[in-house]
């Protein structure tokens, strides 16, 4: 099994910058990609950013590009995103997720697609 444990989260102001960590554990734990989600009050998750875990190619929604970027560290099985020029419509909770098998890049976008998740971290940005 896997458990992956989201943090960084908090209240920050328009414009400002945090960095969200997602430290992985378990005896299996060898994804093929890991991603980030959001989900704010009343909407559906919906997909932030994602890495192969190899290396090499990364994926943003067109709502975070030249703003979040997301890295991992392999040997400490963490994925980050980091946020900036933060705004209010960022508000929401973020998941951390880890795909175990390959799939194509169009399935990276879709929540369906990743086996495991972490509990989340709130993310507050005021105007």
């Known amino acids: 099994q896997v458990q992956l444990v989201e943090s960084g989260g908090g209240w920050v102001q328009a414009g400002g910058s945090l960095r969200l960590s997602c430290a992985a554990s378990g005896r299996t734990f060898s994804p093929y990609a890991m991603g980030w989600f959001r989900q704010a009050p009343g909407k559906e998750r919906e997909f932030v950013a994602a890495?192969?875990?190899?290396?090499?190619?990364?994926y943003y929604a067109d709502s975070v590009k030249a703003r979040f970027t997301i890295s991992r560290d392999n040997a400490k099985n963490t994925v980050y995103l980091q946020m900036n020029s933060l705004k209010p419509e960022d508000t929401a909770v973020y998941y951390c997720?880890?795909?175990?098998?390959?799939?194509?890049?169009?399935?990276?976008?879709?929540?369906?697609?990743?086996?495991?998740w972490g509990q989340g971290t709130q993310v507050t940005v005021s105007s």
């Open positions: 997720a880890s795909r175990k098998s390959i799939m194509y890049s169009s399935s990276y976008y879709y929540p369906n697609n990743y086996d495991y």
């Open positions: 890495t192969r875990w190899s290396g090499g190619f990364t």
